[in-house]
């Protein structure tokens, strides 16, 4: 069983941070990869960054070095740390399990909710 909640997101400044949550509801969350994208109006959904079993990472351009992805397989919990957040980080925020291969990563999950990101300027 998998299925992501994500929970943390809201309203900051511009260079503010925010801690994003998702919590995976999966006695085997530990042996999958995992993604965060995230979606803004007219626009198609985007990898922000993705964790390996083995903790293994990757990120977009846009967010290297203000963005951190995590991972807690005794809360079987994924975290996405943001800071110096920019008003184009205004987003719904989505978290699921992937396969990182060669040529890029591939959601495998279904879409839930999301958790709304809005930076204000």
């Known amino acids: 069983q998998v299925e992501p909640v994500e929970s943390g997101g809201g309203l900051v400044q511009a260079g503010g941070s925010l801690k994003l949550s998702c919590a995976a509801s999966?006695?085997?969350?530990?042996?999958?990869?995992w993604g965060w994208y995230r979606q803004a109006p007219g626009k198609k959904r985007e990898l922000v960054a993705d964790?390996?079993?083995?903790?293994?990472?990757n990120y977009a351009d846009f967010v290297k070095g203000r963005f951190t992805i995590s991972r807690d397989n005794a809360k079987n919990t994924v975290y996405l740390q943001m800071n110096s957040l920019k008003p184009e980080d205004t987003a719904v925020y989505y978290c699921?399990?992937?396969?990182?291969?060669?040529?890029?990563?591939?959601?495998?999950?279904?879409w839930g909710q999301g958790t709304q990101v809005t930076v204000s300027s």
């Open positions: 699921t399990f992937v396969a990182r291969v060669p040529g890029g990563t591939h959601p495998l999950g279904s």
């Open positions: 999966s006695n085997i969350f530990s042996i999958h990869d």
């Open positions: 964790i390996t079993s083995g903790g293994s990472t």
